[in-house]
């Protein structure tokens, strides 16, 4: 058996790490069993291999990292108040820009359709 070296940026190989555990695998195993599939394909009439796709897309057109339900379980959840003097508000955060509220409640008026300018 031989070892192959592949260089791959940070987002892909966490991306394909990820997709590997969903589906119950390794990401060696992946390549080596793409690559098996590569080799094995006939030639097209143009002499070009046709390339299988085994693996599809995520429905609904999820896009980005998935993370496994799993690594979310293994956490341990927050305590009450442990966030308590950790968190800053500005002093003037009571104050809502003007005709933002009346954006908020579908109010047509002037100033709720100038509030984010």
Known sequence: ????????D????HRARIRAAELGTSLS?????YLRQLADAPLSATGVREMPMPYT???GGI???VVPKSAAKNKKPRQPGALRGK????????????GFLDAFYGEDTEAARNWYK
């Open 63 to 65: 896009t980005g990292p």
């Open 57 to 59: 897309a995520l429905p």
């Open 87 to 98: 968190i800053w508000v500005a002093d003037d955060f009571d104050e809502w820009p003007e």
């Open 10 to 13: 940070d987002e892909t190989h």
């Open 29 to 33: 195993a992946l390549v080596k069993d």
């Open 1 to 8: 058996m031989k070892n192959v070296t592949i260089a791959l």
